[in-house]
């Protein structure tokens, strides 16, 4: 079965940049529509970014104009490019296909002076 493993968060300042990697396996991954999500506590998770097997790409208004999806099929690896970074993006990061039912274990990113 799939499974997908998301690492690049940390601790940066507002205004700031991190780079998310969501490395993916055991499936066809070429194949696969492939969003990031993000859950903050005491929120529900909520879709930010979504890109398909054709490379086309969709962001939720929030993070337009700041961050990038990406994916590189030879690496089996989505990436997500955060810059211009605010408080309020702090939350779990996580990867999954669209559709699919298994989440990685997600990557904390906190936005904070």
């Known amino acids: 079965q799939v499974q997908f493993v998301e690492s690049g968060g940390g601790l940066v300042q507002p205004g700031g940049s991190l780079r998310l990697s969501c490395a993916a396996s055991g499936g066809i991954f070429s194949i696969y529509d492939m969003g990031w999500y993000r859950q903050a506590p005491g929120k529900q998770r909520e879709l930010v970014a979504i890109i398909t097997n054709g490379g086309v790409t969709n962001y939720a208004d929030s993070v337009k104009g700041r961050f990038t999806i990406s994916r590189d099929n030879t690496n089996n690896t989505v990436y997500l490019q955060m810059n211009s970074l605010k408080p309020e993006d702090t939350a779990v990061y996580y990867c999954?296909?669209?559709?699919?039912?298994?989440w990685g274990q997600g990557t904390q990113v906190t936005v904070s002076s």
């Open positions: 999954k296909n669209v559709p699919g039912l298994y």
